[in-house]
């Protein structure tokens, strides 16, 4: 039986999928599939159509965090399918830290804040674990990071900019 949680009507978070469940994942007909699980490739069925997979190798332990590189590379692949409303499904191991970060990560980018993410993971699956410290460490780290990017790339006002005084 497949153990996935809808978070959005185009974002859902999961744990290992196996080869067992092909038959119900064509079913369910998602548009990308992040594994989050480093130590174990996706099973093959999943890397041939009509799945589309990324495997993003992350470790559940607070000595390897999941890089911002590794959580861009996601968000890379996921918001362009968010915004053309396919649907992204995220999973790791047990469904309840590293995806749920990768699903915070992405949760962030599409407006909402760290908080807000949180929430809705812990409202959408039970056995979410955004609160445990490395965890929530990581998801405001990186909710810090976005936020930076985004003033970087916000265009400054006409008018706001400082005039010079001529001597």
Do not use: N
Request: net charge positive; aromatic share 8%; charged share 25%.
């Amino acid at each position: 039986m497949i153990d996935i949680s809808k978070v959005t009507d185009h974002l859902y978070v999961g744990s290992k999928i196996g080869k067992d469940c092909v038959e119900e994942m064509k079913v369910l007909k998602f548009d990308l599939i992040i594994s989050m699980i480093g130590q174990i490739r996706p099973d093959e069925c999943y890397t041939l159509p009509p799945f589309k997979t990324l495997w993003i190798r992350t470790y559940d332990t607070f000595y390897t965090p999941i890089s911002i590189r590794k959580l861009l590379m996601g968000i890379e692949a996921a918001l362009p399918v968010i915004q053309h409303k396919g649907k992204v499904l995220v999973f790791c191991m047990q469904g309840r830290r590293r995806s749920i970060i990768m699903s915070a990560a992405i949760l962030i980018s599409t407006g909402l804040t760290g908080a807000q993410a949180v929430e809705l993971l812990i409202a959408s699956r039970k056995v979410a674990d955004p609160r445990r410290w490395y965890v929530h460490w990581q998801i405001k780290k990186f909710e810090k990071f976005w936020h930076r990017k985004q003033l970087r790339a916000s265009p400054v006002p006409a008018g706001s900019e400082k005039e010079s005084a001529s001597p």
